[in-house]
Each structure stands twice: as structure tokens, then as C-alpha cells.
């Protein structure tokens, strides 16, 4: 019998979604204080800093600081700000997104949780953003699997089907990473159709491997628009220590890398694994997940978020053997630290981020 992975074993679960359900709202504010400053009646104020037992306002949830009189509540300062939904919506809400193991649709959550679509959106995306906002960019070491992956920007078919030959299929799959360059020239597509491909963005997964066998423990992704060597050598220069090993695929992005690494490809048109062991399994699986989340959970991902989605299942595949209550801890930590969102604040009323993060 092959070994049962962690996330379905006992000690996985560890923290199940009946402790959150049998919470009061009292307590389950009780428990966002917790999280957030570790005790109830002593905390930092958000303005001035100060620790002190500030003033309880207890009518409105509510306190006043002792020095520089400022009142404050447990979401002050936190994504949560001028939050309109109960406490236990929204650590329920964390919980469907930490403990789904391929990724949490606001489609799938919004009714269950009797909220509306928006308010679902709103939040994962905030939860999103909070581990964006926190992940963890020190330079990887060691063995570094990096490759590139192509999504968002998604051409429609066209209205007429052409006879399809073989060749067509072939030629079609050999032009296809060449062709979806985003605001390219792609041949043989509409003009309209071809706009699409202005919203295709690329992934640059790097994976840091550990003992053969135990796969990848770290991951950094970074977002570009091309997968060439202007787009690919400063991520990977940026977040690799110079000496490490470092294996892609034969792409011609990365055939320079060996000026700073020790670097091996593998030739994926022949071999997955080099007859020494060389692959880039590691980077091809994390793509795996986040080609399935897009086309089977999120249906599709806007390019101005693909950033957040991109470190979503990051983390997911980090924290892969963490227990439950260890990943919900994780996400509380990130949510808390991050401070107010830039993206979702003010959503509602039109607010927008106005630019993509990169790199
Ligand atoms: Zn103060």
C-alpha cells in the first residue's frame, strides 16, 4: 500500500469546522481578539503603539487608548476594517478557504454561508491578498526547479470550425507557448479575438527541492508577460542564491542562466527525467494545480489578481503539511500583520488598485 498522504490522515485534521459553528458571535469576536493580540484586555493601540489595559468601550465592542485617546476595535488596522458581516460569517469564511485542499470559489461558499456572491468575493480575495501581501521573498537555495507557465487571457474558439488534420493539431502544438505572447501577433485568429491574449500573463514558478523524494519545500512566483530571457533571468537572479542548482525545461529563456548557476535542463519534447534525474516535475506540479483551479474552480482568472491567485496556491502547496488548526493559525497571523487592504477597501463604492503586481 503506498503511503496515505498527510492532508488525509488523523493528525491533518486537527481543527474541524464544528468548533467554529458551535462559537457564539461573542465568542467568536472573542476569539479574532485572541488571534489578533493574544489577549483580551491588554493590546497595542493602532495609532500611538502604546500597551496598556486601554479603556473598555464595552457597548461598542470598542476601545479607547489611554495616552493618545483614539478609539479602536479588533478590526482596526486589519483587511477587515468597516467589516459589515458578523465575526463567525467571516471565520467561517476563513475556514472554507484554508481547509479546501484545489481552492475556494465564491460561487461554491456564497450560499452556504448565507452571505451575498459579493461579500464572498470580497473576502477570500481579502484572505488572498493578506498571504500576498506577507510571503516570504528570501532568496531560494540549494536546488531550484523554475519554469514558466501561460494563463488568464483566453481566446474564444471561433464561430467556424476548420477541417482539423493532424497536421494542424501538431503544428498547432508546437506554435502554441510562441504564439500567446500577450498583445502579440498570432496568425490565422481574428483581431477581436486575438485582443484577448493582451490579458495572458506568465507565471515563473521557482521551487526549492529538498531531499530526493520529500519534493518541493518553498516556492516563489513571480508574474511577467513574456517568458524570454529580458522577463526571466532577473526574477531567477533576484530570488536565487548565486551557486545554487538550478533545472528548467530547454526553453531559450533560460540558457544563460549557467553564467551564475549551476544549471542542467531537460528536453521536454524527449524526456520528462534526464537519464541523471534532472526534471522539472516539482515547478510542473504546482502548475498543475493552478492550470486545474482556473479552468475547474475560479472558471478564470482576471490579470489584474493573478498575482494573488498565483501565491494562493503557493502557500496551499507550502503549507501542504500543516495541520488544519496550524494553516488556520497561519492565515490568522497573515491577515492580522498585513493591515488594511489596498485592493478590496472601498471595493463597493468603485475603488480599484489601479495597477498589476509584478515580478
Ligand atoms: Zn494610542
Redesign the pocket.
Known amino acids: 500500500m503506498s503511503k496515505q498522504p498527510f492532508c488525509q490522515t488523523k493528525a491533518y485534521r486537527n481543527l474541524a469546522e464544528d468548533e467554529i459553528t458551535e462559537l457564539t458571535e461573542e465568542q467568536a469576536r472573542e476569539q479574532f481578539t485572541l488571534f489578533r493580540w493574544g489577549s483580551t484586555t491588554e493590546m497595542p ?6 500597551v496598556d489595559q ?1 479603556y473598555h468601550r464595552r457597548s461598542r465592542h470598542q476601545w479607547r ?6 478609539d479602536f476595535s479588533v478590526t482596526t488596522g486589519t483587511p477587515f476594517l468597516n467589516r459589515k458581516l458578523p465575526f463567525k460569517k467571516i471565520l467561517h469564511l476563513i475556514y472554507d478557504f484554508i481547509a479546501s485542499p484545489k481552492g475556494c470559489a465564491a460561487d461554491e461558499y456564497h450560499a452556504k454561508r448565507g452571505v451575498t456572491l459579493r461579500a464572498a468575493y470580497l473576502n477570500f480575495h481579502k484572505i488572498r491578498e493578506a498571504l500576498f501581501e506577507m510571503r516570504d521573498q528570501t532568496p531560494l537555495s540549494g536546488l531550484v526547479q523554475v519554469d514558466g507557465g501561460h494563463f488568464c487571457g483566453k481566446p474564444r474558439r471561433p464561430r467556424q470550425r476548420k477541417q482539423v488534420t493532424s497536421g494542424i493539431v501538431n503544428n498547432k502544438l508546437r506554435n502554441r507557448k510562441a504564439s500567446m505572447i500577450p498583445g502579440g501577433q498570432t496568425p490565422t485568429m481574428e483581431p477581436w479575438n486575438r485582443e484577448k491574449y493582451i490579458n495572458r500573463r506568465i507565471a515563473i514558478v521557482l521551487r526549492q527541492c529538498g531531499k530526493k523524494g520529500e519534493g518541493a519545500n518553498r516556492t516563489i512566483v513571480a508574474i511577467a508577460m513574456n517568458e524570454n530571457a529580458e522577463s526571466v533571468i532577473p526574477l531567477v537572479r533576484k530570488y536565487v542564491v548565486p551557486g545554487s542548482t538550478v533545472w528548467t525545461d530547454d526553453g531559450h529563456a533560460y540558457k544563460r542562466l549557467s553564467a551564475w548557476y549551476d544549471h542542467d535542463s531537460v528536453t521536454h519534447s524527449k524526456e520528462y527525467s534526464t537519464d541523471k534525474g534532472v526534471n522539472n516535475n516539482q515547478a510542473e506540479s504546482y502548475f498543475s494545480r493552478l492550470r486545474r483551479a482556473e479552468y475547474g474552480i475560479y472558471h478564470g482568472m482576471r490579470c489584474q489578481y493573478f498575482a494573488f491567485y498565483a501565491n494562493e496556491y503557493v502557500w496551499r502547496a507550502d503549507m501542504n503539511k500543516k495541520t488544519l488548526g496550524e494553516k488556520y493559525a497561519d492565515a490568522m497571523e497573515k491577515i492580522f500583520k498585513c493591515g488594511p487592504s489596498k485592493s478590496w477597501r472601498g471595493y463597493g463604492g468603485g475603488h480599484r488598485l489601479g495597477f498589476e503586481y509584478m515580478g
Open positions: 493601540c493602532p495609532a500611538c503603539g502604546s486601554h487608548c489611554k495616552h493618545c485617546y483614539t
